[in-house]
């Protein structure tokens, strides 16, 4: 009795290297177009009984075939003989470039400049002239008022901690300490409740990003929707995961929802504070996105970048406390609120995808290194991070209300500043009087480092201005940096 | 005159919104079909004098086209109208299983156990009759002789020295100094040469065969050959990036080289351990891999994850020391000399691969975390990582002798160990007298933890045997252990 569309003739029971043949035969028979793509392959328990092998070995076999490329798998309804026979693969042409052998997306000098670090066009500062540098280069932090001796006190003891322990590795969502103390941090902080099983830790938030991007992307189908302007490193690793990428513009009131495309089944936001324009996601605008997930089956990445540093009328809250239908991926990070190069981020997910997640996880790099997970549990344990972030909520705050009173008062000739009640930037769009493209690129060389809000646009900008981050700049600062501002403007206009 | 195969008609220098328009209409020509499949379009200077919009306007907007879908690009001749137009994403069906929304390749039940995480099928150890572990797990590392306390002083120590350097972020690449102390530490373990930019840091070997996989699988199109037995998570990586895996079989010499497939793009070996056998690649196989890799322009991922462990007659050679054609990807890690869950190990590429490699690593998460680079920056540069290989590489010698003893006295009646000179474990072949996947299961029970071979194999098992660490068991737990082993293989035989 045939169970396959083909007859497999694999020997007597007894016979050596049955698995072997049947797993050549079920090869055979899909190369050789004999079973139809597209056709159901028995279950394992069935070809197992009719073929005299043991349930795994079929199972093996299987898990094989769909590892060649020859079987595929939908969730919930079996296993079939692949649509496409998978093409052979495009070797490199004897004499070819050595990179021709590597996937081109990481050859993009878009891809590569994207994350700031390879930026041929960087115009040099004339130190002679300008030594003292101030950066306004967002996402930077203050490490002047960064307790790094208390770090280094609990780090130690957690360490110590972590040695009792019996395991050579940890867990893959992070050691249930952390996850503990992230729970309880995000509860005091964000008024989000959640379990520590909820949570899988990550190096910062770029890997929350990059595995939410493996995790939800089905390549070449999945199209997702980001914040335009929006922060290019979020957006990088959903196309290096094979989606198409959807911006959708964002004004005063945060994303415009209506414009979101009905095939988006990921949307990636950043509701609290907009990254780089700092306009919140108005209320009206939630309930729409919500009701666009709802009715669109997508799912919603939420970037709280900077969650902790509102300043003025207690926190926003995050989507995630509304996130009735389970379709919120939460990503906070510890970049902003203890140091960057920390890197230690998190991701709360709906619980149903919490396992896939950590598979992704496992997958990508395992559980994240312990002498970092022992700094940050010291660090939260301790009650040092709420202090901590006390402190530079103030001190950020005085900074923004600062820069933002210049603005009102000095600038009004060319920049119309955001209002902004939170984290450490500040954007002002440009009344197109002055070019601050090259004001960006004149300042750079008297030693300025100000970002231009064009280089947050995927495609073609729809406004012009300046993104002023003063993670690193104090107030006197702020003040000496403006005078010189001000001056460039008045040349340029 | 049109320079694309149809005309656009974006307004008058001058007209607002220009730009948007330039990318509508290209948008629509390419869906509507007007703009045909593999056409090639123009230069972004052409189409920027043409259309008198700044080229990286132009250049903007095809970037957002690629990250469409609607363009592809060739590397070293231009952009074109992509081949087959991107199908609508397959939304999840009202009331579909929430998982449905995932990419299944992260539901697949063989994914997540190959991790051995996720393992359902554990079986529990009978605590009340057995009360003692004996963990024979291969990866597993001494804790009881680690230095903890050396670790935790350098540790301080580089932390202090990190804390003045002005940057916020470090480099994708890793710490200068730790690459430096890495170049050092290969130079006198591994005579290999390098210099420090040549080298990418990674959280563990983990991340460099996942950044591998994503930086050298062009998806749906490459063809992996990976050790059978071998390691699964090295493959999987591979298998998640969208490649066609193809497992070779491993014998007493190593991979077979023989039998890889001449489509094979990308090799993964083991040559100097191969994990789980034991065997090092022979000096003919070598050649005849370099050869493979020269003739079909392949690349070869050499895994060298206990190079530092060879206890007889001085280390084998990697294969990167002799890598004349610049097509292997050294993998190190740090997991097996320091410990597990420090989570540090590195990739030394071709030197034309590095600035692609970094740039996967900065889309991955960034740079490596700072307390973890400061811990083995301090460990290495104090000499006392190669006190510690030393004094392991007695221990771990002894104990190997030991259980090669007695598998050869006591066990030869259903066990041929493989002659192993290397690293923390030993492999024994199975004569067929015992079912070991059922004698390991039994032994779970009596709380001893030893993995059937079975499990390492990519489809149907070809040997049977048992896998022995011998990472934490010590002379005496190995004795009691074995002597329990034996016990429980008169039983079954």
């Known amino acids: 009795m045939a169970i396959f569309e083909v007859e497999l003739d694999i020997g007597a029971t007894g016979t050596p290297l049955r698995a072997q043949r049947f797993h050549r035969q079920l090869r055979e028979a899909i190369l050789g177009g004999q079973l139809k793509p597209g056709a159901r392959v028995p279950a394992s328990r069935a070809a197992a009984t009719r073929y005299g092998l043991a349930r795994t070995t079929v199972v093996g076999v299987y898990n094989q075939l769909l590892d060649e490329g020859l079987l595929a798998s939908r969730h919930g309804s079996g296993t079939y003989v692949a649509e496409r026979p998978v093409p052979l693969a495009d070797m490199a042409a004897p004499g070819a470039a050595p990179e021709a052998r590597l996937n081109p997306f990481w050859l993009r000098p878009d891809v590569a400049s994207a994350f700031g670090f390879f930026n041929d066009a960087t115009v040099a500062p004339d130190i002679a002239a300008y030594p003292t540098v101030f950066d306004f280069r967002p996402g930077l932090v203050d490490l002047k008022h960064f307790p790094f001796d208390i770090l280094r006190r609990v780090s130690a003891q957690k360490l110590r901690a972590f040695e009792q322990a019996p395991f050579n590795y940890g867990h893959p969502q992070g050691n ?123 799912l919603i990445v939420e970037d709280d970048y900077d969650g902790e540093f509102r300043a003025a009328r207690g926190p926003i809250r995050a989507l995630k406390t509304v996130d009735e239908d389970d379709v919120v991926f939460y990503v906070g990070t510890f970049s902003k609120s203890t140091l960057p190069n920390i890197r230690l981020g998190f991701i709360l997910p709906p619980r149903w995808a919490v396992r896939a997640l950590a598979t992704a996880k496992i997958c990508a790099d395992g559980p994240c290194s312990m002498p970092t997970q022992a700094a940050v549990t010291g660090f939260i344990g301790g009650g040092h991070l709420t202090r901590h972030i006390g402190r530079m909520r103030r001190l950020y705050g005085e900074r923004r209300t600062l820069l933002l009173d210049l603005l009102r008062s000095d600038f009004t000739a060319w920049l119309d500043p955001i209002e902004s009640a939170y984290g450490m930037h500040v954007t002002a769009i440009s009344n197109g009087t002055v070019d601050v493209d090259a004001l960006s690129r004149t300042l750079a060389r008297r030693n300025i480092h100000i970002r231009s809000l064009s280089r947050y646009y995927h495609g073609p900008a729809t406004q012009a201005g300046l993104v002023f981050g003063f993670g690193m700049m104090d107030p006197p600062a702020i003040r000496t940096a403006m005078a010189m501002v001000r001056e460039a403007m008045e040349e340029g206009s």
């Open 176 to 298: 249930p300490d952390l996850r503990a103390a992230i729970a309880m941090h995000l509860s005091v902080m964000r008024a989000i409740a959640c379990q520590p099983d909820d949570l899988v830790v990550t190096s910062g938030a770029q890997q929350a990003f990059d595995l939410l991007a493996r995790l939800l992307v089905k390549p070449g189908r999945s199209v997702v929707a980001v914040e335009n302007p929006g922060y290019a490193p979020t957006r990088i690793p959903f196309a290096a995961a094979g989606a198409r990428l959807h911006p959708v513009e964002v004004d005063a009131e945060g994303m415009i929802i209506d414009r979101l495309p009905r095939d988006a089944g990921i949307v990636c936001v950043s509701p609290s504070h907009q990254f780089p324009l700092g306009s919140s996601l108005s209320k009206e605008r939630r309930a729409a996105l919500i009701r666009f997930a709802r009715e669109n089956g997508a």
